[in-house]
Nanobody, 120 residues
Framework: QVELVESGGGLVQPGGSLTLSCAVSGSFFQIVSLGWYRQAPGSQREMVATINSGHATNYADSVKGRFAISRDNAANTVSLQMNVLKPEDTAVYYC??????????????WGQGTQVTVSS
């Protein structure tokens, strides 16, 4: 019943910016943490950025200083602001959340993914 819906992917030139958004909907009790992962062609899925309920963040070294993750707890949304994009940022980006569906049960949920392509 928990659903993560992503938006904002697209084509952007190197050095450009793009913002991804993700909204959590459905029946749930509490969102513990939210994050973004990505998977490039021929590569494994990797963590990009995470943010917990206290707004503490962490980033992959490859994006630190260029990307910024934020969340709106009231709206149950998380965003990823991507700046100074590079061709190596090209990947399918996935929103993920560790979410309690009840006070005693939590699971990790994933969005469907959105394509980000950085190319001239």
């Amino acid at each position: 019943q928990v659903e993560l819906v992503e938006s904002g992917g697209g084509l952007v030139q190197p050095g450009g910016s793009l913002t991804l958004s993700c909204a959590v909907s459905g029946s749930f009790f509490q969102i513990v943490s939210l994050g973004w992962y990505r998977q490039a062609p021929g590569s494994q899925r990797e963590m990009v950025a995470t943010i917990n309920s206290g707004h503490a963040t962490n980033y992959a070294d490859s994006v630190k200083g260029r990307f910024a993750i934020s969340r709106d707890n009231a709206a149950n949304t998380v965003s990823l602001q991507m700046n100074v994009l590079k061709p190596e940022d090209t990947a399918v980006y996935y929103c993920t959340g560790r979410i309690y569906s009840t006070p005693f049960q939590f699971d990790d949920y994933w969005g469907q993914g959105t394509q980000v392509t950085v190319s001239s």
